[in-house]
């Protein structure tokens, strides 16, 4: 790929507009550091074509296995310099060979984020099945297959260099009258302490929550307070992980993040963009203004008690769908991210107290829709540059015809696993 080349085609263009931003706004000292060190992880699910319950459109060129999914990230990070690690989904991936995946993985300047169990399927060889649940069910043997499993994936993590457990669980109701509330929570708890117990001294847990889908009627970590409540219980290393999806229709997440942040217990992020639900598509592409104000919150939060944007917290996108290129979707998540990270880090603060210190309203949203109005894809674009990165990494990636050469050496009809 001959990334020089194409950069230097548009160093012109890319350097007026950065002295045009730098014209109109004064760049903070280290924003361009921190936004280099800024890394986000990309799931191994998303990088097939996703299906939907009515179907599935295969867009050829898809990673058959987990080493052609870690050339995917690779080429994704190549290209962006800002997707340097990659989160599996057991057993969709099971890494045979973990010493040899790890040092492809480091071929491709790659690390392991957080590894992701699975208890909302069943597979072929299970003895007990989850129609009813996983943690929650009624049934201590079917508790401790989910048990054994999350086990399991903490060891397989740990072959690899990963430091977090996600753990998401389908678990809930269907109908009312179905499930004793209060029992599911218990047992769900209790499953998790026997998790938790597994976890080596520095690695995370972070538990998802979801408000519904597949279980319609009640979900046992529905929200983050049944999330919050229960990391509570498992201790210091549990934290909650939002997933921007996974709220009821205008919830308002920037002010859950803010919250969790200040108690300690915001884990991590899984991004991506929805109208309806867990729609998971690219981060940024409906709600823009939403992303930033989250964004605009885990700023101010993380800064509040001294915390490294970068390492603190999680990074992942969480995203898989039908009609998009997955490997041009994931270049534009992660620049959408990027674009709200580095417009949150333009936020005047002192400005921005002081007008909320005064009740001044409109003050208050003048500073916040200036930044959030401001072009700073040239900025993003520098940090990208700077670290030896592609200025347009889509137009890269087509004008150097990538899906059609993973097309021409893994064939046109090839289906990944995962979603
Ligand atoms: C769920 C949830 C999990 C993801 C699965 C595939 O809705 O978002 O994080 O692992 O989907
Ligand atoms: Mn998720
Ligand atoms: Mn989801």
């Not at 299906?51 to 599935?56: A, C, E, I, L, V």
């Not at 302490?193 to 976890?199: D, G, Q």
């Not at 890269?396 to 021409?408: D, P, S, V, Y």
Request: proline content about 3%.
């Amino acid at each position: 790929m001959n990334i020089s080349n194409h950069n230097d085609a548009l160093l012109a263009q890319h350097t007026r507009r950065l002295d045009f931003l730098k014209s109109e706004v004064n760049l903070p000292a280290g924003i361009l550091q921190k936004l280099k060190d800024f890394q986000i992880a990309i799931p191994s699910w998303a990088l097939g074509t996703g299906g939907t319950r009515f179907g599935r459109f295969s867009g050829g060129g898809e990673p058959r296995n987990l080493e052609e999914k870690i050339a995917d990230v690779g080429l994704l990070h190549q290209l962006n310099q800002s997707s340097g690690a990659i989160s599996l989904h057991i057993p969709w991936d099971i890494p045979t060979d973990p010493a040899a995946i790890r040092s492809l993985a480091a071929q491709h300047g790659l690390a392991f984020d957080a590894v992701n169990s699975n208890t909302f399927q069943d597979q072929a060889d299970q003895a007990h099945s989850y129609k009813f649940g996983s943690l929650q069910h009624v049934s201590a043997a079917t508790r401790k297959q989910a048990i054994d499993h999350n086990i399991e994936v903490i060891k397989h993590g740990v072959e690899l260099g990963s430091k977090a457990l996600t753990v998401w669980l389908s678990d809930g109701s269907c109908f009312p009258g179905q499930l004793n509330f209060r029992k599911a929570y218990e047992r769900t708890v209790d499953s998790l302490k026997e998790i938790y117990a597994a976890l080596p001294a520095d690695w995370s847990l972070y538990l998802e929550y979801k408000a519904y889908e597949p279980n319609f009627y009640s979900t046992t970590v529905g929200d983050w307070g049944a999330s919050y409540s229960m990391v509570n219980k498992l201790g210091p290393q549990a934290k909650t992980l939002v997933d921007l999806g996974h709220h009821l229709p205008n919830a308002n997440i920037e002010q859950i993040v803010s919250i969790l942040l200040m108690e300690g217990k915001l884990g991590g992020f899984h991004f991506n963009d929805s109208k309806y639900g867990d729609d998971d598509l690219t981060a940024g592409s409906i709600k823009p203004y939403q992303l930033f104000l989250i964004f605009n919150e885990l700023v101010e939060g993380m800064d509040a008690k001294g915390m490294n944007h970068a390492k603190d917290l999680g990074w992942m996108i969480d995203a898989s769908h039908n009609v998009k290129d997955p490997l041009e979707d994931l270049l534009q998540s992660v620049e959408a991210i990027q674009i709200a990270y580095a417009q949150a880090l333009l936020v005047d603060r002192v400005a921005l107290e002081a007008a909320r210190e005064a009740n001044d309203v409109v003050r208050c949203q003048e500073i916040l829709q200036a930044v959030f109005r401001t072009d700073v894809r040239a900025l993003v674009a520098q940090a990208r540059l700077e670290l030896g990165g592609a200025l347009d990494p889509i137009a890269l990636f087509r004008q150097e015809k990538m899906r059609e050469q993973l097309i021409k050496s893994r064939g046109a009809k090839t289906v990944a696993t995962g979603l």
